[in-house]
């Protein structure tokens, strides 16, 4: 690669400021995701983690600053404008839908339909999406029998891989996962930092949000983390132990 012929970073935030009323929920936040990345965003409660994936989520629009995906600036006015440029987000509810069959879930909003003999004419192709739910789960490295049925019969990590699997049917070029790990046992939390890890392998940039310090420097090359609405520390995760993490989060980390 010739001198200054460096990519652009995947999603760059520029002096990101965010007010809710007189509430500062960031202050002057600049951060950079390059291809491939698992960038962990950490920090103690309040401090700003969820309002800045909500603006890169299109959830808000912030109140300076700007947000830039591959050297361009974007103004997302909703999260399918996000989703559309290719940034899907998995909150910790996942937003299944319980009482669907895993290949609706993959598709939900989304449904492949064939023609039925006249042109007007279009039915739900549900061989299509179920073969290709399969193959979704199949890159994340998981095999489930029968996508027919439904998620409310599945683990908490298979219910993960459904949802990461929704936004490969997207073509999430970044996807944002938001505290995946909460509320699951030792096995199920393994099991998702496993689908973390193959989620990378193919080839999609990951933004992690986790207060388990544990997860985050077993998975992440790069951690970001916020205090107060502030970006205190931005660093790469090799070498760093949980513990040092926690530290740094109760310290502040160093001025950045």
């Known amino acids: 690669m010739s001198p200054g012929s460096e990519r652009a970073p995947v999603l760059e935030v520029r002096r990101l400021s965010m007010r809710f009323g007189a509430v500062e929920a960031l202050r002057d936040v600049s951060f950079a995701v390059r291809d491939g990345d698992v960038l ?5 409660n309040g401090a700003g983690k969820s309002t800045l994936v909500k603006v890169v989520a299109g959830v808000h629009r912030p109140t300076a ?3 830039l995906l591959a050297g361009r600036p974007v103004d997302f006015g909703s999260p399918r404008d996000a989703l559309d440029h290719g940034i899907a987000t998995i909150y910790q509810d996942l937003a299944l839908a319980p009482r669907l069959a895993i290949y609706q879930n993959v598709f939900l909003g989304s449904e492949l339909t064939r023609p039925l003999g006249l042109p007007w004419l279009r ?12 193959g ?8 489930l029998p029968d996508m027919n049925a439904p998620v409310s019969e599945l683990s908490g990590g298979e219910r993960q891989a459904v949802a990461i699997s929704r936004a490969l049917r997207w073509e999430a070029s970044l996807v944002i996962m938001d505290e995946p790990t909460a509320a699951l046992g030792v ?6 930092l496993d689908l973390i890890r193959a989620l990378h392998e193919t080839g999609v940039t990951v933004i992690l949000v986790s207060h388990n310090m544990d997860d985050v420097v077993r998975v992440a090359n790069r951690v970001v983390v916020l205090r107060r609405g502030r970006k205190v520390a931005d660093r790469p995760a090799d070498g760093l132990t949980a513990q040092a993490l926690s530290q740094l989060i109760i310290a502040g980390g160093d001025a950045a």
């Not at 962990?40 to 103690?44: E, K, L, S, Y």
């Not at 039915?123 to 399969?134: C, E, F, G, W």
């Not at 979704?136 to 095999?143: D, K």
């Not at 096995?187 to 998702?192: A, N």
């Open 123 to 134: 039915v739900v192709d549900k061989p299509v999406m179920r073969r290709s739910s399969a």
């Open 187 to 192: 096995k199920e939390r393994e099991r998702v």
């Open 40 to 44: 962990a965003f950490c920090g103690d």
């Open 65 to 67: 600053g700007a947000v």
């Open 136 to 143: 979704y789960l199949e890159r994340l490295q998981i095999s």
